[in-house]
Each structure stands twice: as structure tokens, then as C-alpha cells.
């Protein structure tokens, strides 16, 4: 099964302030089909995962412009702008290239 | 609107078989590229993959969980069920249900998730 590294586990972050979580695949994640199937979730406390981005860096309806996402190879990262309170909760990467679709142990975004 | 919404029971004895039902609203699982997985989810730990189940029937497993595990729809109904066989208290976990977008290869729209304790 690929895996899925993420850093940090723990982010304190100031309200207002940019954050930053990296995923590092344990394997390239481009499929035959040209796509890379690289999902970021976030789950706040007490909620059910709910997705961000799709496909590396397509913000998914109704997410705020505050997050975005990028790859460089098998390295990929997820940013928010400025931090709001709404966004304390745990962030997960996935992916979907490789059979089984496998998820990074997530990141735990905290205000400082 | 899409929803889904997992059921089943909170507390299983050790070694019973555990049965789950997802029902769903604002899509069919006829339509072609439809599929809902089963994703679980320890208390304090990270999201694990389960089972999903295609529009035509096609069934996938989580390959260390393949022998325990059997997933199923009702599409008259709108319901994935999931039974798990020999249920163990490492199994305690939140179960949820959730759709794959075919194309974008993500969970698009999750259930609320169900807990479930496995104790004697």
C-alpha cells in the first residue's frame, strides 16, 4: 500500500497567520491516465471528514480562497493563507492513484 | 442536496459479526461511476479505508480486513450495508460511509459516522 507521510503532526498557529502541512507520498501518484489523485480532507473537532482539494490543488465547492494546494513530485502541500479560528481540526492527505486509496496519519491544526 | 447517514449498533460483543447501513439521499447508485466506501476511523487515529462498492456491483476490499469484511446494496432502497465478521476490540471505531466522485477520485460528500464499541 502507498503511504502517506504528513509534517508536522502539530501545527500552533496565530490567529491570522499563514500554515503550512506537507504530504509526502511513499510512491509517484501519477495515474496512466495523466491525473494525480491527491485529495486534501479536514476534519474539524467533533465532525466528520469534509473535503478541501481535489486532484493536487482544485479547491472543491464552497471552500474559501484562504486554501490552497500544490506538488512538487511525490512532495505535495497544503496552505491556508490566514488562519481562522473555523479552521482548528485535523487535516488529512489521500490518495487515490494506487489501489487501495490510503490516507497521511494527519496534522492537527491548533491556535497558538 | 446529497446526504448520507451510516446506522447500526453502538456496542458489539467481541467475536459477533457487525452490521452496518448506510442510507443515502440525492443520488442513485445506478448511475454510472457511482460507488460508496466504508471508512473507519479509530478514536484518536487517522481514517482507514474499508470496502467500496460500485454501481455495477463491483466490490473492493481493504486486503488485510478482505476475509472479514462484506459490503452490499440495495439500490430499491438507497443502502450500502457493510457486515464485518469477528469483531475485536481494536476494531472499536467510528464507521463512516462516504461517495466517491468518480472523476475527481475524492470523498465528496461524508455520513456523520456511527461509533461503535466492541466490548463484552
Known amino acids: 500500500d502507498i503511504v502517506m507521510t504528513q509534517t508536522p503532526l502539530s501545527s500552533p498557529v496565530t490567529l491570522g497567520q499563514p500554515a503550512s502541512i506537507s504530504c509526502r507520498s511513499s510512491q509517484s501518484l501519477l495515474h496512466s491516465d495523466g491525473n494525480v489523485y491527491l485529495s486534501w480532507l479536514q476534519q474539524r473537532p467533533g465532525q466528520p471528514p469534509r473535503l478541501l482539494i481535489y486532484q493536487i490543488s482544485n479547491r472543491f465547492s464552497g471552500v474559501p480562497d484562504r486554501f490552497s494546494a500544490s506538488a512538487a513530485g511525490s512532495y505535495f502541500t497544503l496552505k491556508i493563507s490566514r488562519v481562522e479560528a473555523e479552521d482548528v481540526g485535523v487535516y488529512y492527505c489521500?490518495?487515490?492513484?494506487?489501489?487501495?486509496?490510503?490516507f497521511g496519519q494527519g496534522t492537527k491544526l491548533e491556535i497558538k | 442536496q446529497v446526504t448520507l447517514r451510516e446506522s447500526g449498533p453502538a456496542l458489539v460483543n467481541p467475536t459477533q459479526t457487525l452490521t452496518l447501513t448506510c442510507t443515502f439521499s440525492g443520488f442513485s447508485l445506478t448511475t454510472s461511476g457511482m460507488s460508496v466506501s466504508w471508512i473507519r476511523q479509530p478514536p484518536g487515529r487517522a481514517l482507514e479505508w474499508l470496502a467500496r462498492i460500485h454501481w455495477d456491483d463491483d466490490k473492493y476490499y481493504n486486503t488485510s480486513l478482505k476475509t472479514r469484511l462484506t459490503i452490499s446494496k440495495d439500490t430499491s432502497k438507497n443502502q450500502v450495508v457493510l457486515s464485518m465478521t469477528n469483531m475485536d476490540p481494536v476494531d472499536t471505531a467510528t464507521y463512516y460511509c462516504?461517495?466517491?466522485?468518480?472523476?475527481?477520485?475524492?470523498?465528496?460528500?461524508w455520513g456523520q459516522g456511527t461509533m461503535v464499541t466492541v466490548s463484552s
Open positions: 489521500m490518495q487515490a492513484t494506487h489501489f487501495p486509496c490510503t
Open positions: 462516504a461517495r466517491l466522485e468518480w472523476q475527481q477520485q475524492a470523498f465528496d460528500i
